[in-house]
C-alpha cells in the first residue's frame, strides 16, 4: 500500500510540474515582452543615469638598496610580504589628506578613499595605485599626486632607500563603469525571472476547476458527461460589436 500511494504522490508531481512547465511555455511571449522591456529600462538606467567613471593607474617600485648592490630572493620574499604594509601606507590619512589639501579637493578622507585602489603582481615589488573619477583628468592627477606623497611616505616609515616610478598615471580614454552590457543582461534576467514569478503565483492561487480532470483530482468525483455551452444568436452579435 505504501508504495501504491509513494508512485500515486511521484505521478501527481509530475503532472504538476509538466502543467506548470506548459504554462510557462505558452507564456514565453509574455515573459520575452517584459524581459526585453526590463532589459532596455536597465540600458537607459546605465546611459542615462549613472554617471561614466573612469580608472588612471601608476605603478612604484620598491627596493632596499643593499651594499653590495645586489638583489637575492629572499628579499624579493620580503618585499612581496610587505605589500601590504605599503597598501596601508598608501591609504592612511596622513597620505590622503595630503592629496586633498595639495589639490584641493571637496572630499572627505572616507570618500576620497573609496576611489583608491592598490594591487602588487604576486612575487614583485611593484605596487599598482588606480584611482576612480566620473573626470578623467582628475582621475590621472589624483593618481599621480597619490604616488608623489605615498612614496615620500613609506620611505620615512619604512626606511626605504628608494621608491622609483614604474610607470605614470595614465590618461584614461574609456570608462570603466557602467558596463552596458551588464545592465542589460542583468535587466533582462530579473525582469524574466520576475514574470515566470508572477505567472507561477497567479497559477498556484487559481483554485478555479476547468477540466473534467480537476474534478477528478480535486474532488475524487468521476465525470460522466460534459455539457457544452451553446451560445445564442444574440450572445455571438454583441461577441463581434465588441
Not at 510557462?24 to 543615469?49: C, E, M
Not at 542583468?186 to 474534478?215: F, N, P, Q
Amino acid at each position: 500500500m505504501d508504495n501504491n500511494n509513494n508512485n500515486k504522490t511521484n505521478d501527481m508531481i509530475e503532472i504538476d510540474l509538466l502543467e506548470v512547465f506548459s504554462i510557462l511555455i505558452g507564456r514565453w511571449w509574455l515573459i520575452l515582452l517584459v524581459a526585453l522591456t526590463t532589459a532596455i529600462a536597465g540600458f537607459a538606467i546605465s546611459f542615462f543615469v549613472i554617471k561614466p567613471t573612469y580608472e588612471s593607474t601608476t605603478k612604484i617600485y620598491i627596493l632596499n638598496k643593499s651594499d653590495s648592490q645586489t638583489v637575492t630572493y629572499s628579499d624579493v620574499q620580503l618585499g612581496t610580504q610587505l605589500t601590504k604594509d605599503y597598501s596601508e601606507l598608501i591609504n592612511s590619512r596622513y597620505v590622503v589628506e595630503e592629496v586633498i589639501q595639495k589639490m584641493g579637493l571637496d572630499l572627505e578622507y572616507a570618500q576620497m578613499k573609496k576611489k583608491i585602489s592598490v594591487s602588487s603582481p604576486s612575487d614583485t615589488r611593484i605596487l599598482a595605485i588606480t584611482v576612480s573619477d566620473h573626470d578623467p583628468v582628475v582621475a590621472m592627477n589624483m593618481a599621480n599626486a597619490l604616488r608623489e606623497s605615498a612614496s615620500q611616505h613609506i620611505s620615512n616609515v619604512m626606511d626605504i632607500d628608494a621608491v622609483n616610478i614604474v610607470e605614470s598615471a595614465n590618461m584614461p580614454t574609456e570608462k570603466s563603469s557602467p558596463s552596458y552590457t551588464k545592465w542589460i543582461v542583468v535587466g533582462g534576467a530579473l525582469g524574466g525571472i520576475l514574470m515566470c514569478a508572477i505567472i507561477l503565483i497567479g497559477y498556484l492561487m487559481d483554485d478555479t476547476i476547468k477540466t473534467s480532470e480537476d474534478v477528478e483530482r480535486f474532488l475524487g468525483l468521476s465525470t460522466l458527461g460534459i455539457i457544452p455551452i451553446i451560445e445564442t444568436e444574440d450572445n455571438r452579435k454583441k461577441k463581434k460589436r465588441r
